[in-house]
T-cell receptor
Framework: DTEVTQTPKHLVMGMTNKKSLKCEQH?????MYWYKQKAKKPPELMFV???????INESVPSRFSPECPNSSLLNLHLHALQPEDSALYLC?????????????FGQGTRLTVV | GDSVTQMEGPVTLSEEAFLTINCTYT??????LFWYVQYPGEGLQLLLK?????DKGSNKGFEATYRKETTSFHLEKGSVQVSDSAVYFC?????????????FGTGTQLKVEL
């Protein structure tokens, strides 16, 4: 199984809502990532978890709150988002702390903030 | 800092034409280099990779060679098909104290016509 599964595929939320994005992998990877991709732009790294601990936060606003409940799951909790946060949110996983390692990406959650 | 520069798109080719997408990088240390492909409405898939100088990555008829002297990793395919239409991202991976960090180029959209 080389899949990274993200749910939901699409999400529309208001600026006062609270929602969560979910990501799951069963490849035994101990590094998991959240990326944000705006239209016609490359993915931008948001967070890295290594062995269930947050190891990199790329100065992401606190309205995005990541969580890694176990080695297979990664969540992104959303609260009080702005319309400019509308984007494709991609989850990825890889071997942790290894050079030359391949990242496997999910299909993404397309988020629209209204 | 680390960065990747890709040729601007979109690139439009006829089926069976030769493809080159240029990619150059700037990095401290010894990055691994990757080409990822993104089909419409989907996440990213690894196309090929190279982990050290003079390595050649290849997959599905695509090739790229890690050239340290020119800091380049150009993508080539001898005969493109309509099904190759997608956005192609060149990326480098650096292992940091916090984990692996993928840095992407801006992406090059390829459209192949009959």
């Amino acid at each position: 199984d080389t899949e990274v599964t993200q749910t939901p595929k699409h999400l529309v939320m208001g600026m006062t809502n609270k929602k969560s994005l979910k990501c799951e992998q069963h490849m035994g990877h101990r590094a998991m990532y959240w990326y944000k991709q705006k239209a016609k732009k490359p993915p931008e790294l948001m967070f890295v978890y290594s062995y269930e601990k947050l190891s990199i936060n790329e100065s992401v606003p606190s309205r995005f709150s990541p969580e890694c409940p176990n080695s297979s799951l990664l969540n992104l909790h959303l609260h009080a988002l702005q319309p400019e946060d509308s984007a494709l949110y991609l989850c990825a996983s890889s071997q942790s702390g290894q050079p030359n390692t391949e990242a496997f990406f999910g299909q993404g959650t397309r988020l629209t903030v209204v | 800092g680390d960065s990747v520069t890709q040729m601007e798109g979109p690139v439009t080719l006829s089926e069976e034409a030769f493809l080159t997408i240029n990619c150059t990088y700037t990095a401290t240390g010894y990055p691994s280099l990757f080409w990822y492909v993104q089909y419409p409405g989907e996440g990213l898939q690894l196309l090929l990779k190279a982990t050290k100088a003079d390595d050649k990555g290849s997959n599905k008829g695509f090739e790229a060679t890690y050239r340290k002297e020119t800091t380049s990793f150009h993508l080539e395919k001898g005969s493109v098909q309509v099904s190759d239409s997608a956005v192609y991202f060149c990326a480098l991976d650096i292992l940091t104290g916090g984990g692996n960090k993928l840095t992407f180029g801006t992406g090059t959209q390829l459209k192949v016509e009959l």
